[in-house]
């Protein structure tokens, strides 16, 4: 293989792959390896790199192909060669045997060990299997928005390690988001540009999902394909661009392990009944600005973090006829307050932990009209406030009848009692 780029060009492709190459200590070498494939007949370059869990595939064609070839190589050690070349410069890979190449820039030259390509055994090269032809396709940023509202209340360690899973599926042909931490519960649902399998059903950790998201904010759309990986089974997220006359271009394929039997072991009927329960118990609501209620909550962060406490930080909540107020104790008190829009509530006062909190107002979808709706679920023998449940607009509260909100919906517990 012999290729040539500009250092900047070919520098942004490894750190791309790089992404989902190991990190971890003892695996094996492909798995920190980036396979390059340089097609002379079609003029295209392949990355792919796999980790344990994630994979990723994608073509360029910016790159000018000498000689046609593959190569599998150390991703930390181009990335640190190719750093040492300027980046306006001409950079070229060749292949001197099996186990080498040259990489020459400028007046640099280095000679790159190769990882050892066994044709023999395919679990030493990188590869994404094939996939499941029927999908679901929807907009990017539809995927970014369902995914941002509905895993806000994940968890990745505690109690509940697969219930932190995010479970995605087909309603009413719409894609939904929905991710159950424990106590706290939320979920999205966005509109579709065409469902292909209507059963389409996964159960993902949502770490996995927000290192996609970059990569799927370059397209105009994702299609979701269910495919399997020897005894597991995986999700497939297959990046395209459509231009203006709908021609599509494919710009990553992207695997994602799934949690192993996350559909049986997910509760979701029972979880769903849960919520619709708790949602029916809700005695009143609030209304307010919800940029002005991110400042406020921001505010509280960096007081938190001054007294070493960070996100994990309990927050005190007052809440009147006029004003929401948020205060932190600690070396440096803080407190603050916004004007309330509307509300149905007389007063109340709890506790949350910010985190949880802070998360799930941050994904809220407000919209145009920048409010924030929150209902008040109260229990116990004090009656107390043990959670606010998060919806869009009042006619999702006025006309809930035990039933939950469409299109979205959050039930985050107060501190001091658990939902």
Same mark, same amino acid.
């Given at each position: 293989?012999?290729?040539?780029?500009?250092?900047?060009?070919?520098?942004?492709?490894?750190?791309?792959?790089?992404?989902?190459?190991?990190?971890?200590?003892?695996?094996?070498?492909?798995?920190?390896?980036?396979?390059?494939?340089?097609?002379?007949?079609?003029?295209?370059?392949?990355?792919?790199? $796999?980790?344990?869990?994630?994979?990723?595939?994608?073509?360029?064609?910016?790159?000018?192909?000498?000689?046609? %070839?593959?190569?599998? =190589?150390?991703?930390?050690?181009?990335?640190?060669? /190719?750093?040492?070349?300027?980046?306006?410069?001409?950079?070229?890979?060749?292949?001197?045997?099996?186990?080498?190449?040259? /990489? !020459?820039?400028?007046?640099?030259?280095?000679?790159?060990?190769?990882?050892?390509?066994?044709?023999?055994?395919?679990?030493?090269?990188?590869?994404?299997? !094939?996939?499941?032809?029927? %999908?679901?396709? =929807?907009?990017?940023? *539809?995927?970014?928005?369902?995914?941002?509202?509905?895993?806000?209340?994940?968890?990745?360690?505690?109690?509940?390690?697969?219930?932190?899973?995010?479970?995605?599926?087909?309603?009413?042909?719409?894609?939904? @988001?929905?991710?159950?931490?424990?106590?706290?519960?939320?979920?999205?649902?966005?509109?579709?540009?065409?469902?292909?399998?209507?059963?389409?059903?996964?159960?993902?950790?949502?770490?996995?999902?927000?290192?996609?998201?970059?990569?799927?904010?370059?397209?105009?759309?994702?299609?979701?394909? $269910?495919?399997?990986?020897?005894?597991?089974?995986?999700?497939?997220?297959? =990046?395209?661009?459509?231009?203006?006359?709908?021609? !599509? *271009?494919?710009?990553?394929?992207?695997?994602?392990?799934?949690?192993?039997?996350?559909?049986?072991?997910?509760?979701? +009927?029972?979880?769903?009944?849960?919520?619709?329960?708790?949602?029916?118990?809700?005695?009143?609501?609030?209304?307010?600005?919800?940029?002005? /209620?991110?400042?406020?909550?921001?505010?509280?962060?960096?007081?938190?973090?001054?007294?070493?406490?960070?996100?994990?930080?309990?927050?005190?909540?007052?809440?009147?006829?006029?004003? @929401?107020?948020?205060?932190?104790?600690?070396?440096?008190?803080?407190?603050?307050?916004?004007?309330?829009?509307?509300?149905?509530?007389?007063?109340?006062?709890?506790?949350?932990?910010?985190?949880?909190?802070?998360?799930?107002?941050?994904?809220?979808?407000?919209?145009?009209?920048?409010?924030?709706?929150?209902?008040? =679920?109260?229990? +116990?023998?004090?009656?107390?406030?043990?959670?606010?449940?998060?919806?869009?607009?009042?006619?999702?509260?006025? %006309?809930?009848?035990?039933? /939950?909100?469409?299109? @979205?919906?959050?039930?985050?517990?107060?501190?001091?009692?658990?939902?």
């Amino acid at each position: 293989m012999k290729i040539t780029a500009k250092q900047s060009t070919l520098d942004g492709y490894v750190k791309r792959a790089d992404a989902y190459t190991s990190k971890e200590v003892g695996d094996a070498d492909y798995l920190k390896s980036i396979l390059i494939e340089a097609d002379d007949k079609s003029g295209s370059v392949r990355f792919t790199a $796999q980790n344990s869990s994630a994979a990723i595939e994608f073509e360029v064609s910016d790159i000018d192909i000498l000689e046609g %070839g593959t190569v599998l =190589v150390d991703s930390q050690r181009l990335k640190t060669v /190719l750093a040492v070349i300027e980046s306006g410069q001409k950079v070229e890979i060749e292949t001197l045997t099996e186990k080498y190449a040259t /990489l !020459k820039g400028g007046r640099a030259e280095v000679r790159l060990p190769l990882t050892v390509i066994n044709e023999a055994s395919n679990t030493l090269i990188p590869r994404i299997e !094939k996939a499941d032809k029927k %999908g679901v396709t =929807v907009a990017s940023t *539809s995927f970014r928005e369902g995914f941002r509202g509905g895993a806000v209340t994940t968890e990745l360690s505690g109690q509940h390690p697969v219930l932190a899973g995010v479970h995605i599926d087909v309603v009413e042909g719409k894609l939904r @988001f929905l991710s159950f931490s424990g106590h706290a519960v939320s979920y999205k649902s966005v509109a579709t540009e065409s469902v292909k399998n209507d059963e389409f059903q996964a159960v993902i950790l949502p770490n996995q999902v927000y290192s996609a998201l970059d990569y799927i904010g370059q397209g105009t759309q994702v299609t979701l394909l $269910q495919g399997k990986g020897g005894n597991t089974n995986q999700l497939h997220l297959v =990046v395209e661009s459509v231009d203006k006359e709908g021609d !599509k *271009s494919e710009l990553y394929h992207i695997l994602l392990s799934t949690v192993a039997d996350g559909i049986e072991q997910y509760p979701l +009927g029972k979880l769903l009944g849960a919520m619709g329960g708790l949602f029916s118990r809700a005695e009143a609501t609030i209304t307010t600005s919800h940029g002005q /209620l991110l400042r406020i909550f921001h505010s509280a962060e960096r007081i938190s973090a001054l007294n070493r406490e960070g996100r994990g930080k309990e927050v005190a909540i007052k809440i009147d006829r006029e004003d @929401f107020t948020v205060a932190v104790d600690g070396d440096t008190a803080f407190e603050d307050s916004i004007e309330l829009q509307q509300t149905t509530l007389d007063k109340g006062d709890f506790t949350i932990r910010w985190g949880l909190y802070g998360d799930a107002f941050e994904a809220y979808p407000s919209g145009e009209d920048g409010t924030f709706h929150a209902a008040v =679920v109260r229990g +116990g023998p004090e009656s107390r406030i043990v959670a606010l449940a998060f919806y869009l607009d009042e006619g999702d509260f006025e %006309g809930r009848q035990g039933g /939950l909100p469409t299109d @979205f919906f959050t039930l985050v517990p107060t501190a001091t009692q658990k939902v």
